[in-house]
């Protein structure tokens, strides 16, 4: 399968797409065995291209042995967008697409989107707020954002799956704050309807990465109140098992990880 938006079928024009990736100069963000992002430009504008190489039968069958389900290439990511580009999240802009191979462990594919430029993770944006608190409108409104993100990803069948604040990104020049992007799909988990223990996996995960921004008991019960808003099965009154079990994790998790950053 390949995708090509009209702006880069010159960068292409009818070369293999994984030559011209493997050849193309930008700034390496991240490289591991298998993966490798990449910012690059292209007519004045700014992309990220992620590049899986096959990731080999050992890695499938360790994952498939842990229960858990691997990561073979870019087709999460890109059936992810595609989903969330039919709600009101926001997120990455495709441009290029493209998977090739039978054969799972050898199966080479990528997906280029636009950079999302003038944005600031919400890890950056936090990370003073232990010591210099930022004022109640603007705590409660980033709260609020993030927690019907995060509703709005699950309702619509997504498990993130490194639901952490630094893939939230927000939008630093728009006229309505707060404006965020969720980023990094490549992990995500799709369903028509998400088991609870993915649910909490995730928010368990966000609720780690946020442990030493000074959040409040209120604040937590902030983050409650709206995740449940559009999903009335995640009430705390009705559900406090379920949110028990979100800090429970988490809680393991920091013990096992130690702070978030």
């Known amino acids: 399968m390949f995708y090509l938006s009209e702006e880069l079928k010159n960068l292409f024009s009818g070369s ?21 992002t990449l910012q690059f430009e292209y007519n004045g504008k700014s992309y990220f291209a992620k ?14 042995i842990q229960l858990k389900n691997p990561v073979i290439g870019a087709t999460n990511e890109w059936s992810a967008l595609k989903r969330l580009s039919r709600t009101s999240i926001k997120t990455m802009t495709v441009v290029a697409y493209g998977e ?3 054969n799972p462990a050898n199966r080479q594919s990528f997906i280029i989107t636009e950079d999302l430029q003038q944005t600031i993770s919400l890890e950056d944006y936090c990370i003073n707020w232990l010591d210099s ?12 954002k993030v927690a019907e993100i995060a509703s709005a990803l699950h309702s ?6 490194d639901l952490y604040l630094c893939h939230f990104l927000l939008h630093k020049k728009e006229p309505k704050f707060p404006q965020i992007s969720v ?18 996996k995730d928010i368990a995960g966000l609720y780690y990465s946020a442990m030493n921004i000074g959040l409040t008991s209120r604040d937590i019960q902030r983050f409650i109140w709206q995740y449940s808003k559009s999903n009335k099965n995640f009430a705390f009154r009705e559900n406090g098992k379920f949110w028990m079990r979100v800090k429970e994790k988490a809680v393991r998790m920091h013990k096992k990880l130690g702070p978030a950053r």
């Open 16 to 36: 293999d797409p994984y030559k011209v990736l493997k050849e193309l100069d930008g700034k390496v963000y991240r490289e591991v065995k298998n993966r490798k």
């Open 51 to 64: 590049i899986h190489t096959g990731v080999g039968w050992i890695e499938i069958f360790k994952n498939l």
């Open 100 to 102: 090739k191979g039978w």
């Open 133 to 144: 608190k930022p004022q109640l409108s603007e705590r409660k409104a980033l709260i609020s």
């Open 156 to 161: 619509s069948g997504i498990c993130h799956r």
């Open 183 to 200: 980023i990094d799909l490549h992990r995500a988990l799709i369903r028509g309807q998400l088991p609870k223990r993915w649910i909490i």
